[in-house]
């Protein structure tokens, strides 16, 4: 699944700081969705990273111009979502699947309530470093992930998206291990973080994993993905 950033409808990519553009397909992110899809692409995930940063929903023009492009393709949005408002604008947009960010994992009640309304269109994010629980965007939280991980399950969770903030946007291969933790929850995962090439994606496959979500690898073509998606139909 390649990963469209976005800030302030153009390309992005996260620092510590703050999202900061990205030269890559001109920094349009329908170019680079139209190359996804040519390469075969049948799920896209879009990260409105104004709304992970500052709070702001700021991007929903362009989920919708990708959904609205790419009738075929179907759209797993995602960025700080915490939110019922959050979660029914994206889907309003088009998004199939809305990924709830790690921050909002701080209540146990709202999440819960969150899981029972949007049954299989929510997907529970988890960022992950050393056993916790670490979101990347304005609202840091800290949190146990075997714990937090056990009351999500019991919850009702769908689906996870589990990622190793060590390991995005840098090279060295996905963190198998705590793939295989969430996928010991039972429920289907999806992996992130350190995923850049086909070697990768079947150590992914191997740990349990039903998909990935590739970033940088897709942004900068060092991924063939092609290729990629021929594997994965196999």
Request: charged share 20%; hydrophobic share 50%; aromatic share 4%.
């Amino acid at each position: 699944m390649p990963a469209i950033d976005v800030t302030r409808g153009r390309l992005g990519r996260f620092a510590p700081a703050g999202p900061l553009p990205v030269d890559a397909f001109g920094g349009d992110p329908l170019a680079a969705a139209a190359s996804f899809v040519r390469a075969g692409a049948s799920w896209l995930h879009v990260v409105d990273m104004d709304l992970a940063f500052d709070g702001e929903q700021g991007n929903l023009d362009i989920v919708t111009s990708i959904c609205a492009a790419f009738p075929g393709v179907r759209v797993q949005a995602s960025g700080g979502v915490r939110t019922a408002a959050h979660l029914h604008a994206f889907v309003a947009a088009g998004a199939a699947r809305v990924v709830l960010g790690s921050a909002a994992l701080t209540d146990e009640g709202a999440v819960a309530a969150l899981l029972s309304a949007g049954g299989p269109e929510v997907v529970v994010g988890l960022e992950a470093l050393g056993g916790r629980l670490r979101s990347r965007g304005r609202d840091p939280v800290d949190l146990d992930l075997m714990a937090t991980l056990g009351w999500l399950t019991a919850a009702g969770t769908a689906m996870y998206l589990v990622t190793a903030v060590d390991r995005v946007g840098v090279p060295g291969g996905p963190d198998i291990e705590l793939i295989r933790q969430v996928v010991r929850s039972g429920r289907p995962t999806l992996a992130a973080g350190g995923i850049g090439s086909l070697d990768d994606l079947r150590a992914v496959r191997t740990a349990g994993a039903v998909g990935a979500v590739v970033g940088r690898g897709a942004i900068e073509r060092s991924l063939d993905l092609a290729e990629a998606f021929a594997w994965a139909a196999t």
